[in-house]
């Protein structure tokens, strides 16, 4: 178990590392250059020999190599960067954003609270719905209720998710303004106004992650309770509820587990439309927003890496987690 | 095997009813399917009785499980249609409300399936379910269910079952499994134990293991067994009575030694002449019966067995086409029922049937 650990752990590094510097080579050979939109702010024209100079300062004339051995010391040790004049970066450093002139990694930090709520929050809200309906449906398979979660879930799955949550925003917040205005707040400032800046964006975002995941649910529930166990488990005179909820949900719940945590993954690494429209100034919107002129490479940067490593460790840890809820499965 | 405490042997055999422990009448169960209706059962009547084993035997589709799920009352009533009676210890089954069902469930009726690999929950382990049957229809703590699992794990010879009842299902291999699944079915002592092809599963030399099994638990807890299967040696070894089942009805049944050495219709013959060795005559030829099982569909108007039937020519005109025949007892031998058209079946099986049956064993003495 520890020595799988060990090996994981290490083929998720070597998978993050690879991501960074498909990254950073991409940036670097590409099209967009940091030099001389900075070179055109400064004083109406932009001379080549203003450029070369910028460059020359901020290192790009040092080539690829170069410039990514320095991002990878720079995440150990602080190290001194200019853009439009020196500044510290502490380590870890990813770079200097291009838009606000800050080191990323703070900003980062102070963003990332926010996408988590929501995460979080959507996440909790959405496996409740989508497990209780899915087990419910399964259990009650091929009745009216049956039919009319599945019918509903049809139709939500084929809106696409833009379309939803503009809708819900423009008729619930403009129109109507049942919901309180959001934003994020820290929860550490106000739990309830957290709380309500971002119950729209959950009910959106679980409104949307439902269907599936009640799909999917239904599906294994379906599946396991169409198992011989199941069977057993009524011959010994179980009542159907302790049938359905004890043996079939124990079941299905396996699977579950690796889906919600794959997803809730993706969810941690910034949801860029909802934070968008929602005004939650989460890692999502921050990373769209960086795809400006120049692109905002350091921001780029660190949300990127950061989606690659809870990606990784995401399924890590549902591995994990089924060796520890499925007793046949030994890692090694 | 060791020795089970006292408390946990039947209760004074007096006490119970008399009568038997199982009467099946006139059971009807059908599935309503896109292809149609599919009639799995027809017709059905058998009685067990208290501490006897009744042997159901037939070729596979023949209606052997769908008839003892229905005991159990395990069909959904929603895609199931049923009819006729069943009777546990006088009580009815069909319609039946849940909560009945609930009490005659591994409590009066318990059940041993033939795929102990999959009749297991995999997540749970061997002795929680046990745990869970038993504190269906027992009142008692976590701790005394888990004395009693341990108990019931060595009685069906699991070595070490203190440490064994933690184990899951996957730990165990095939035959300790089906003696877990023997230990869950008797440990609220059941009247009855459905065991549907128990050894179906299994690899040959642990088969004989839990029948043996099986018979030493039944004197132990005087309970009464349906063993379902397809090999007549089963039978001949442990079944009191036998039922030969075929396209979803009961084709003959009695006393297994009546069943045995005077078998009274031609499927009967034919299962005899397609198993090896229920006269433990190793010299015994093996003629598979001819043609495929009736479809369940469409089943024939007279005897199901019409098609593949090389007697049936001995019947006069097309009764056997167009007439099913009743399930009525044979002359002299009120226990011994068939459900033949033929007339004096018992003397065509002696001289036609049995003679080439055996011939090789003639041929042998002639020698
Ligand atoms: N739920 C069901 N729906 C439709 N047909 C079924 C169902 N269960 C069993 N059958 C059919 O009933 C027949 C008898 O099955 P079964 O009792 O399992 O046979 P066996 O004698 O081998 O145990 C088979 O043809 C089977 O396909
Ligand atoms: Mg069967």
């Known amino acids: 178990m520890f020595g799988y650990i060990v090996r994981r752990l290490m083929t998720a590094f070597l998978v993050v590392v690879l991501v960074s510097m498909v990254t950073f080579t991409l940036f670097f050979k590409g099209p967009s250059d940091p030099a001389s939109a900075l070179c055109e702010e400064t004083g109406g024209r932009c001379t080549a020999a203003e450029l070369n100079s910028i460059r020359e300062q901020m290192g790009l004339n040092d080539g690829l190599v170069v410039n990514y051995s320095r991002f990878v010391k720079g995440l150990f040790v602080d190290r001194e960067m200019y853009y439009q004049g020196e500044q510290m970066c502490e380590a870890p450093c990813f770079g200097i954003s291009y838009g606000s002139r800050q080191p990323v990694t703070p900003q980062f930090v102070e963003k990332w609270p926010a996408t988590v709520s929501l995460a979080v929050g959507a996440v909790l809200l959405y496996v409740i719905i989508g497990m209780t309906l899915g087990s419910l449906a399964a259990r009650f398979r091929g009745s009216f209720f049956d039919r009319a979660v599945v019918g509903v879930a049809t139709v939500i799955t084929a809106v696409p998710y833009y379309v939803l949550a503009l809708v819900a925003w423009i008729v619930l917040v403009l129109q109507l303004s049942i919901f309180p205005e959001t934003g994020y707040h820290p929860f550490t400032d106000s739990p309830v106004l957290w709380a309500s800046g971002l119950l729209l964006p959950w009910v959106v975002l679980a409104f949307a992650y439902a269907p599936a995941n009640m799909r999917y649910m239904r599906g294994y529930m379906v599946e396991s309770l169409g198992e011989d166990y199941i069977r057993t488990a009524r011959a010994k005179g179980m009542s159907q509820q302790g049938v359905v909820f004890k043996h079939g949900l124990r079941a299905a719940i396996v699977p579950m587990t690796t889906i919600v945590g794959l997803e809730f993954a993706v969810l941690l690494a910034g949801t860029v439309f909802t934070e968008f429209l929602f005004e939650i100034d989460g890692i999502g919107w921050w990373s769209i927003n960086s795809l400006g002129n120049p692109i905002d490479f350091p921001v780029l940067n660190i949300t990127g890496t950061a989606a690659a490593v809870l990606i990784v460790l995401g399924n890590l840890i549902v591995d994990l987690l089924y060796a520890v809820l499925d007793p046949r499965v030994r890692l090694a | ?367």
């Open chain 2, 1 to 367: 095997m060791t020795a089970i405490d006292d408390s946990f042997l039947p209760a004074d055999p007096s006490t119970s009813k008399g009568g038997p422990v199982l009467v099946v009448d006139d059971l009807t169960v059908r599935f309503p399917t896109h292809d149609g209706l599919v009639q799995a059962v027809s017709g059905l009547s058998y009685t067990v009785e208290k501490g006897k084993t009744l042997g159901i035997v037939g070729e596979s589709g023949s209606g052997k499980s769908v008839s003892s799920m229905a005991v159990l009352g395990l069909h959904d009533p929603r895609s199931t249609r049923m009819s006729g009676s069943i009777k546990v210890n006088g009580a009815e089954v069909i319609g039946a409300s849940e909560a009945t069902m609930k009490r005659i469930r591994g409590n009066e009726v318990a059940m041993v399936f033939q795929d102990p690999l999959t009749a297991l929950h995999p997540y749970f382990t061997v002795g929680s379910q046990i745990v869970e049957a038993y504190r269906l229809h027992h009142n008692v703590s976590k701790k005394v269910a888990r004395a009693r699992a341990v108990e019931m794990l060595d009685l069906v010879g699991i070595p070490q079952p203190d440490r064994r009842v933690n184990d899951f299902p996957h730990q165990f291999s095939g035959g300790m499994r089906q003696r877990a699944v023997i230990a869950m079915a008797l440990v609220n002592d059941p009247g009855l134990i459905i065991a549907d092809e128990p050894t179906t599963a299994l690899d040959v030399t642990v088969q004989a293991q839990i029948l043996d099994l099986l018979q030493s638990l039944q004197r132990e807890f005087d309970s009464a067994i349906i063993i379902v299967t397809h090999d007549l040696g089963v039978v001949a070894e442990m079944a009191d009575d036998v039922l030969v089942m075929y396209g979803g009805r009961g084709v003959e049944f009695g006393p297994t030694k009546d069943v045995l050495t005077r078998p009274s219709m031609p499927y009967t013959w034919g299962l005899i002449s397609s198993v090896p060795d229920v006269h433990e005559r190793s010299d015994q030829k093996l003629i598979p019966i001819p043609g495929t099982p009736p479809s369940l569909l469409n089943p024939p108007a007279g005897c199901a067995f019409f098609p593949r039937c090389a007697h049936k020519d001995k019947v006069g005109g097309d009764l056997c086409e167009t007439e099913l025949p009743e399930f009525l007892p044979l002359a002299g031998n009120p226990a011994h029922l068939k459900r033949c058209h033929l007339h004096d079946p018992e003397q065509i099986y002696v001289d036609e049937v049995a003679p080439e049956i055996f011939a090789d064993a003639s041929e042998k003495l002639e020698n």
